[in-house]
């Protein structure tokens, strides 16, 4: 199986959740990202609003905000219902993917990470809409943590030093999204031709 290392993964990195307000993409690699989300190296600072982040988007203009996202690069799925990082591997089987236990993980309540580099990124606009169809297809649609993930602008704390340090990776397919934009797209227009219909029935009515 060949080597996914060298996929374009642009990154966004953030000095900390206080100063999240601005960031851009540097130019990464899958394998740079996934090495720097399998370090637990990092000081461990009292505040988790300090620990530095990332998010693996492009944007434009000068805030982060989810309208300013361009495209996303990587599927991220975050646990906080007891999942550890063996449990959150196996959910997708032959796939290129890493994960790692979060700054709130202890031992006897994990919490974990799980990242999936994309063939090909996926415009952000439509990102929200893909994710929730992954979410349904993978039955986790009820976490209660990984919905949080449907907004595109989202950061996630890097890993650093704590009571849980658990990280994996395992090479193997890159996730193909196309068939979840498609669909996405498709949703997409079906509501706006229903808002459309609606908009010309209360046009009619009025007159």
Request: include cysteine; hydrophobic fraction near 40%.
């Amino acid at each position: 199986m060949p080597s996914r290392d060298g996929l374009p993964c642009p990154t966004a990195f953030y000095t900390s959740a206080r100063r999240s307000a601005y960031g851009r993409p540097v130019p990464t690699t899958w394998g740079q990202l996934r090495k720097a989300l399998t370090f637990h190296g990092r000081d461990r600072p009292s505040d988790k609003l300090d620990v530095p982040c990332w998010a693996p988007h492009g944007a434009t203009g000068n805030r982060r905000t989810a309208a300013s996202i361009e495209s996303v690069h990587a599927l991220v799925l975050d646990f906080d219902d007891g999942a550890d990082v063996p449990d959150v591997m196996g959910l997708f089987p032959a796939k290129e993917r890493c994960a790692y236990s979060t700054f709130s993980a202890e031992p006897s309540a994990p919490r974990c990470r799980l990242v999936l580099p994309l063939a090909a990124p996926v415009v952000g606009a439509l990102w929200a809409a893909t994710m929730r169809l992954i979410l349904r297809d993978i039955g986790q649609d009820k976490n209660a943590a990984g919905p949080k993930c449907i907004d595109p602008s989202r950061l996630y704390l890097l890993p650093c030093r704590g009571p849980v340090e658990v990280a994996d990776y395992a090479p193997g397919d890159l996730i193909d999204v196309g068939e979840y934009v498609a669909r996405a797209e498709y949703e997409a227009e079906l509501a706006r031709i229903a808002a459309d219909h609606l908009r010309a029935r209360h046009v009619a009515r009025a007159e």
